[in-house]
């Protein structure tokens, strides 16, 4: 396949540098963090079982989970290109894919219903709880299929 | 050559969990004849750290087993019986760990001690004491010949043997994929609860106007995940040691996570962070270690991903 084919992914799978795929991997694990770990902790508040944290000074965690999401974006694009031939034809694959995509669009609307309103402070629906717990089970969902990727052929 | 090396680094440090165990008991019984809730806190804040410190005891020990294992005058009985007894004792010093600081975050936060500390802490700590004594004895074996017990206290013991857990994870091809990504998903909810923690402390954006007493509560999440990535690392290790005891990056993590350790407890019990109002500005000081300990968890990410790609040994 071309894109497999292509220098950077060349580069990216085989340059012989600890720069290349290590770094690029590690990257996508320290990206993971950041983005589940801000979105979980955000779930976990407005399910109640995080304490009382005010809601307003925790909008900050959308600018963390935007952070952590580009830096896999980017990364998670490189690595795809590296293996495309791979993982373009791997059903779990697209299931994690699928489940980052339910975990972001989630998370937009956790800020649009939470932080959207002209209340002040914000008030937790049932609807941001929902939004809340499908979020962090998207993220499970995802981040399982991810780590099986490297066991399942 | 080093004028140190790993095997060595256990026989330096492998009396820290009996002794240490020996001083959090003994604290934490003056703790009651003085009435002194300090002296309580104190000896909860010793189990902890020997918690925290048995964990490089016993990965240097499983260096010592791969280096001089097989050797001429070492009994490998003695070597195995050891590590059993070693792995028994090590889980229950950090049960007694985990829950020494699920009681000082308790008295954070109510001011007051728990009643369910006293029977605890008697049994917990006696328990680990017996245990700890135990693995250290038949340790003494491998080498010291002439203090030799019994033949019957070298024997295998009961069903929680190293080879049963190495049994457990290698034998089904799922045990391995599934605690890696248990590993994962522990990795997530710890960076994420400890991430915005040390964010207050930096002072970031509006994160200042959030006390720091309404953070706390979270903490026991984080916790959660240092637990279940203790464990499922633990069978990692367990079950394949020559991937980590002769990989450089491994040390790394160790090391990062020390520090990470001790700042756990730091963050959860220390009297200046708690006072922290909505509004009010960390010292210089606290900012510094917040920071410390973001680089200290990116350091244990980072050389956990790197392990298969530094060092040669998977």
Redesign the interface.
Known sequence: MWLEGSALATWVREAPTILAFATILTLHTFGMGVLVGASAVLSLRLLGVGGNVPLVPLRILFRVVWGGFWINLVTGTLLFTADATTRGVQPLYFIKLFFVAIGVVSVILIERHVYGGNTDPPVVSATAKRLAFLSLVAWVVAITAGRLLAYVR | MPFVNVPHLHLLMNHVPTVGTVIGLGLFLLSFVRRSEHLRHASLEVFFLIALASLPVYLTGLAAQGAIAGSAGVSDAAIAAHHDRAMLAFTFVEITGFVAWLALWQFRRLARPAGWTAPAFLLLGVVTLALMADAASVGGEIRHPEIKISETAIAASGWFTAASVEGFVTNSPWV??AA??LH??G???????L??VN?RLLG???????SYA?????LP?GMLGLGVNLVTGMLFTIAAPDQYINNTPFYWKMGCLMIAGVNMLYLTVFDKLWALE?GDDAAFLDKAIAASSIGAW?GV??AG??L???GNAF
């Open positions: 391995w994929p890696e990504t994962f998903i990795l997530s909810l710890l960076f994420g609860v991430f915005l964010l970031a954006g509006a994160l200042r106007s959030v309404s953070l706390h509560r979270l999440w909505p990116v990410i980072y991903r790197m298969p790609f530094i």
